[in-house]
T-cell receptor, first 108, second 117 residues
Framework: RKEVEQDPGPFNVPEGATVAFNCTYS??????FFWYRQDCRKEPKLLMS???SGNEDGRFTAQLNRASQYISLLIRDSKLSDSATYLC?????????FGQGTELSVKP | EAGVAQSPRYKIIEKRQSVAFWCNPI?????LYWYQQILGQGPKLLIQ????????DSQLPKDRFSAERLKGVDSTLKIQPAKLEDSAVYLC???????????????FGPGTRLLVL
């Protein structure tokens, strides 16, 4: 089983749609969680941290379920500029473990 | 504020040749990371430095890969000899000191895209 596993994608959605990405992790001792965004042929950039209580940043909402070892990212009112690969990232003992990424393509 | 700098941006070599990558982290960032990202996968940590000391190199193929950070600032990653499966993007990242649950946000450089023929 992979340490961090994400929806395989790609997700193709129209502008304005709501889209959700799912991620599971195998190590219950994982300490903190993040979503990174990676544009085509660019470096990953931190999108948001994920807190146990859930957190929101504008159109983006991240949730964590420690009991199920599950993380999600919800994007509301998708924009063309949201097209990218979204990486689920888990901190295990001070080391970041990246999922394989889920590609999102937002179409006009 | 300047970001993480890496060079070269692209490199094409033949198998069994050697190659070196350079990274200059964000000023003041004591922690430096090298990642390998193969097409279609997420980045995989190769080595982590805290100042000029190695914190984690458990996933570095030490028979062919080496890295150093002699003065606690710039770092170089070397592959000698290269194999076809080393074709990937090599990303350098840096962060403020932090460990365990208090791991600080990592900032990535643009990467070096390596193709081994």
């Amino acid at each position: 089983r992979k340490e961090v596993e994400q929806d395989p994608g790609p997700f193709n959605v129209p502008e304005g749609a709501t889209v959700a990405f799912n991620c599971t992790y195998s190590n219950s001792a994982s300490q903190s969680f993040f979503w990174y965004r990676q544009d085509c042929r660019k470096e990953p950039k931190l999108l948001m941290s994920v807190y146990s209580s859930g957190n929101e940043d504008g159109r983006f909402t991240a949730q964590l379920n420690r009991a199920s070892q599950y993380i999600s990212l919800l994007i509301r009112d998708s924009k063309l500029s949201d097209s990218a690969t979204y990486l689920c990232v888990v901190n295990q003992g001070g080391k970041l473990i990246f999922g394989q990424g889920t590609e999102l393509s937002v179409k006009p | 504020e300047a970001g993480v700098a890496q060079s070269p941006r692209y490199k094409i070599i033949e198998k069994r040749q050697s190659v070196a990558f350079w990274c200059n982290p964000i000023s003041g960032h004591a922690t430096l990371y090298w990642y390998q990202q193969i097409l279609g996968q997420g980045p995989k940590l190769l080595i982590q430095f805290q100042n000029n000391g190695v914190v984690d190199d458990s996933q570095l193929p030490k028979d062919r890969f080496s890295a150093e950070r002699l003065k606690g600032v710039d770092s170089t990653l070397k592959i000698q000899p290269a194999k076809l499966e080393d074709s990937a993007v090599y990303l350098c990242a840096s962060s403020l000191p932090g460990s365990g649950a208090s791991l600080s946000a990592q900032y990535f450089g643009p990467g070096t895209r390596l193709l081994v023929l």
